[in-house]
């Protein structure tokens, strides 16, 4: 097969990227949709992407069928010969090269069963990191910046760095994306010898953190740069209240904050085909429709006094879930509704859950991931709810923005770097945003929504806050002027 991806087009730099999840492939959590858009928007920056995934059963299962580019190679991971196919599609100009190791991701699930963590998943992902290189060089890959994303590809700069690479590639600059430091790979250094590193990588301290190997803290140090996905996070983790042990190590390095967007094709008012009608900033009039229809689908009394408030998302502690149990009885006491949707914690769900039927008809609980019923809360609410303890950057506020739904949010990270309060700057305000995790402080927040509400005002700034650009383009251009800096400080680094 003659590949695409090995010969440059018009754009000038190619970068490979390394990631466990995409959209539409395979998609557990907010990663995906940053590695689903990201790439496409980074070739009208003038840069091809090449994404690398494992080829997990679900990408099969939904139906895609990759096509086998012919190369394969053998790695010993592990003391196992373990041979791999490499696969591929071209979506949208950006090329997705699928690693087929069937022993290792042939498997049901993505990391394991819900709530839990395949036992091999140090060895599944430290194969997936050395068959990134092992098959970009099979390829012939002309690369010019390898970017990673998250502890499974955390290991790809160790390898190059302590691995048996050409010299070719062990000169290839490399950028880390965290995109959430709560996860971060850690296993018992019993496993060290599986992972085919240099003994260096161990005695060198890059790689254990209190007694444990971690995957993040590797990629961390050995990385040429890190990034995160905003520039309040990359503040706030490199402090020791949020750095989860590794602020000292963000704070050496530095660590460049860049906001992820969302895909406007995916979301919007005007096109998105779940909703009862269809709007736009210039006339959101059909949200009315939209909130009487969910209404009547919910079973929720149609009271046009009462704000609706509704909170999307995991239901765990990062995301203030049991905030929101806790202050639900004195939300609907107040008159508002409420509707959540979201999976997580047992006891956060029993207890939206019970609260829900005490108040038939004024509150609405959901445990489940439901992308339809999701796209009718975020085009029926009033406000949409984010009381996270923290947040790398979070994607429902954005995307709430763009249905008209204004957001009320605890400031921490991404949320305080794409909402500003409408009570001290109501020229430029777009939500409502309040500090620390209590109850009351929830509460007061939505009193303050709730009055803007009653007053009238809301309809007022809908129009503005729909038409804010929070789509990819921004952030395209800046992960492009980024790679062109590090690009240049790694020849700087080899020509002293
Ligand atoms: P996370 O930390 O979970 O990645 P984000 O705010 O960055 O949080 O992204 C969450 C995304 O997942 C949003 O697009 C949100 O609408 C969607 N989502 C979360 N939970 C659900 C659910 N239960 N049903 C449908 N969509 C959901």
Known sequence: MTMAAGTRGDEDLS?????AEAVPFAKVGGLADVIGALPASLREAG????????FYREIRKKGFDPTPTGSRFSLLHDGIDRECRILHAERDGVSFFFLDEPDFFDREWVYGPPGGEYPDSALRFSFFCRSCLAAAEKMGLEVD???CHDWHAALVPLYLKFAE?????????SLLTIHNLAYQGRFDPGLFPSLGLGREALDGGYLELWGSLNFLKGGILTADAVSTVSPAYAEEITTPEQGMGMDPLLGEKGVRGILNGIDF????????PHLAVNYSSADPSGKTANLKALREELGLDPLPEAPLFAFIGRLVHQKGADVIAGGMDEIIRRGFQFVVLGSGERQVEESLLSGAAR????????????DELARKIYASADFFLMPSRFEPCGLGQMIAMRYGCIPVVRATGGLRDTVTDLG????????FAFEGDTVQGLLEALDRAAG???????????????AQDNSWGHSAEAYARFYREIIEGKKGEAGR
């Open 359 to 370: 108040h038939r008809k004024m509150a609405f609980a959901r445990i489940g991931f439901d």
């Open 424 to 431: 001290s700057d109501p020229e430029r305000g777009n939500g």
């Open 452 to 466: 803007f509400f009653r007053e009238g005002r809301a309809g007022g700034v809908l129009p503005r806050i729909m």
């Open 145 to 147: 910046l390898i970017h």
């Open 15 to 19: 970068v490979m990227m390394v990631a």
């Open 265 to 272: 094709g995916l979301w919007n008012p005007e096109t998105d």
């Open 47 to 54: 840069i091809r992407v090449s994404v690398f995934l494992p």
């Open 165 to 173: 690479v050409s010299t070719l590639q062990a000169k290839i600059p």
